[in-house]
């Protein structure tokens, strides 16, 4: 008896093309799953850079202005004035926003949440600590941002990306 043409897959078929599928499922989700802490590390290197051509403009400008041994000074760029310290740009939480652009949210506490895309924690008057969004300090994931004045090169930055 004579019953056509096959026009379908046999079951061994189908098997055997998604235990393929299930391998490289395996073989390939390391790599998805890893880049959030890829995107993190881009951000956070992205901001770095941001805070030094800032920096470089700003003290630019407090130089032309002789306001580059002041330990509390202030530039006006575009309309809105930036505190600055010896010239470069004060490291306060409300600060920040003013001489670079982004999302920022000025936090109290090392574990307080925010929805900007950074939070901005002040550490003793000198120093900002930037977050990403989703961590705390605990998470070893930030960007540490000071202006030491009592040092030959003024400006510290220093990422901590050994948990992003």
């Known amino acids: 008896m004579k019953y056509g043409n096959k026009n379908g897959f046999t079951l061994i ?10 391998v490289l499922a395996v073989v390939a989700a390391p790599n998805f799953i890893n880049l959030k802490s ?15 051509s800032t920096n470089q ?20 760029n575009n309309g809105t004035t930036i ?19 982004g ?7 090392a ?5 900007a895309d950074w939070g ?4 003793a008057g000198f120093a900002v600590v930037f977050l ?12 540490l941002y000071a202006v030491l004045p009592a040092s030959n090169d003024p400006l510290f930055y220093l990422p901590l990306t050994s948990d992003c």
């Open 132 to 143: 990403p969004k989703g961590y705390s300090i605990a998470d070893n994931c930030l960007l």
């Open 57 to 76: 403009l700003v003290y630019s400008k407090a130089v032309l202005e002789g306001q580059e041994k002041l330990e509390q000074g202030s530039i006006v």
């Open 38 to 52: 890829d995107a993190v590390l881009a951000n956070m290197e992205t901001l770095e850079g941001t805070l030094k």
């Open 120 to 123: 901005l924690l002040p550490l």
């Open 111 to 115: 574990d307080d949440s925010f929805e």
């Open 13 to 22: 078929e189908l098997v055997v093309v998604i235990i393929i599928l299930g």
């Open 83 to 101: 505190m600055t310290s010896f010239g470069y740009v004060a490291a306060t939480s409300t600060n920040i926003p003013n001489a670079i652009e």
């Open 103 to 109: 999302s920022f949210e000025a936090i109290t506490f």
